[in-house]
C-alpha cells in the first residue's frame, strides 16, 4: 500500500477570472460567438481526466448546530466526546461532499483537544470549511463551539482537520477541485494546513 501523504505534495490553489464563480466542468476550446465547445478526444486514445474547475471556500462552507440531549451524555450531564467527533465527521463530511460533488471517505483526522466540556441542554454548533486540496484530496477544519442558551454564553470547545479522499463510481480516487483562496483567513488556514502536511510527512518514516 503507498504511503504517500493523499494531501501531499500536490496541493494547489488557483486564480479565477473576475467574476467566475466555478461550477463549469470539462475541458473546453473557443469556438464562434464564444460558444465553448468541448474538444474532441483523439481517436483509440482514452481521454485524459478532466481537470476541474477551482472553488473557494465560502461555496461549500457550512455551519450546523445541535441541542444535546440526555442520549448524547454520560449519568452526570456531560456529552460525550466521542458524539462532538460524529458530529465533527459529519460536518466535514457535507462540506467535502459539497466540493468535490463526488463520494468521500474519510482518510484522517488530526489530533483533537476538548478544551472545555459541552453539557445536556448546551447547543453545539460546528463550522466547516476546506483549508486545502490534494489531487485527489482536501483537508477540512472544523471549529465546534458552545452555547449555553439559558446565560446566553458561547465558548470554543476544540477544533479539528480532517482528510477526505474523493472517489469516483467505482471506488477509485478521483480528482478533486482546486481550491481558490482569497481573504486572508483563507490563506492562512492553507498555509496551516500546508504546515500540518509537512509534519505528517516527517513523521510518517517513524510509524513505518
Known amino acids: 500500500m503507498s504511503t504517500q ?11 479565477l477570472p473576475a467574476g467566475d464563480g466555478g461550477g463549469r466542468t470539462g475541458t473546453a ?16 486514445v482514452p481521454a485524459a481526466p478532466t481537470e476541474p474547475l477551482a472553488k ?7 455551519t450546523m448546530s445541535q441541542l ?6 454520560n449519568p452526570w450531564g456531560n456529552v460525550h466526546g466521542g458524539t462532538i467527533m460524529k458530529l465533527v465527521d459529519s460536518a466535514a ?8 460533488r463526488t463520494r468521500v471517505v474519510t482518510a484522517r483526522i488530526d489530533e483533537m483537544s476538548f478544551l472545555k466540556p459541552v453539557f445536556i441542554g448546551n447547543v453545539v454548533t460546528l463550522k466547516a ?26 465558548w470554543h470547545v476544540g477544533s479539528a482537520y480532517l482528510v477526505f479522499v474523493a ?14 483562496v482569497e481573504t486572508p483567513d483563507e490563506r492562512r488556514r492553507q498555509a496551516e494546513a ?12 517513524l510509524q513505518q
Open 167 to 180: 472517489l469516483d463510481s467505482e471506488g477509485r480516487p478521483t480528482l478533486v477541485p482546486p481550491l481558490h
Open 194 to 205: 500546508a504546515a500540518r502536511r509537512a509534519r505528517r510527512q516527517q513523521s510518517r518514516p
Open 129 to 154: 470549511s476546506v483549508n486545502d486540496t490534494g489531487r485527489t484530496s482536501l483537508e477540512v477544519g472544523v471549529r465546534v463551539e458552545a452555547e449555553d442558551l439559558t446565560r446566553g454564553e458561547t
Open 56 to 62: 473557494r471556500p465560502s461555496e461549500t462552507s457550512i
Open 5 to 15: 501523504d493523499p494531501l501531499a505534495p500536490d496541493a494547489r490553489s488557483v486564480s
Open 29 to 44: 476550446i473557443d469556438g464562434p460567438a464564444g460558444d465553448r465547445t468541448p474538444a474532441p478526444a483523439t481517436a483509440g
Open 68 to 73: 444535546m440531549l440526555p442520549p448524547d451524555a
Open 93 to 100: 463530511g457535507v462540506v467535502a461532499t459539497r466540493h468535490c
